[in-house]
């Protein structure tokens, strides 16, 4: 599975990618604004770091201006996603700038029907929200597993891109079920390096290696 990391915040970025943990990078309004950074210069600094694709996203809700700006924003870099909503204008970009050779994230699914017509119109990534699911008491996961087996069973070359991911228990559980890709916070990724036993063992060897006072340096 590969891992894009779901910010804007350069210095986070660069820490994960000098490590080889970033495929990709995914941004939204909301992750720029937050930023505090014009979105065409960042996105532009990122797209430089990084070799894997780095979604940004369109801010029109109609079709033909969703399609200027995602034509503005293609031009940044040779690795930029377009990511449209998937609403029915996002749709009709989605197929057009697929057809002219441009990445493209369909974003805000939430269900299986969605996904299939994202990939019907040619998405590269389709992007469901397993977080805001689960927020609902709905099962983010299973609709990840629902679209696995509908892209599956009809051969579609649409990228699964698990996105809202929240623990790191949600980036097993998407390895397992087959996610192309999941998008995770940089908190999330770290947090996978934790477990109790780990830590746990680690204490009671450091206590033994200063008892028998061993030294390598
Ligand atoms: C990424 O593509 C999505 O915009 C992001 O994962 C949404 O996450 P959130 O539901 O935590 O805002």
């Not at 950074?37 to 780095?54: A, H, Q």
């Not at 930029?80 to 609403?87: D, F, G, M, N």
């Not at 994230?105 to 805001?132: M, Y």
């Amino acid at each position: 599975m590969k891992f894009f990391v779901d910010t804007a915040e350069i210095d986070q970025i660069k820490e994960l990618n000098d490590l080889g943990m970033v495929d990709g990078v995914t941004t939204n309004p909301s992750l720029i604004a937050k930023s505090g950074r014009d979105i065409l210069e960042v996105t532009k600094e990122i797209c430089d770091m990084v070799s894997g694709p780095v979604s940004a996203e369109v801010v029109a809700l109609d079709a033909e201006t969703m399609l200027a700006e995602g034509r503005k924003l293609a031009k940044i870099a040779d690795n930029i996603a377009v990511k449209v909503p998937l609403t029915w204008a996002g749709l009709q970009t989605c197929k057009t700038l697929s057809d002219e050779g441009t990445m493209v994230n369909v974003t805000l699914c939430f269900s299986a029907n969605q996904a299939l017509l994202a990939a019907k119109a040619g998405a590269t990534f389709i992007s469901p929200f397993i977080g805001r699911l689960d927020d609902l008491n709905m099962d983010g996961l299973e609709l990840i597993e629902d679209i696995r087996t509908i892209y599956d069973n009809y051969g579609f070359e649409t990228n699964i891109l698990a996105a809202s991911i929240r623990s790191a228990n949600h980036m097993s559980e998407c390895a397992k079920i087959g996610a192309d890709v999941a998008t995770a916070p940089p908190a999330v990724i770290k947090a996978m390096a934790n477990h109790v036993l780990t830590d746990k063992g680690l204490a009671a060897f450091m206590a033994d290696a200063e008892k028998a006072g061993i030294k390598i340096m």
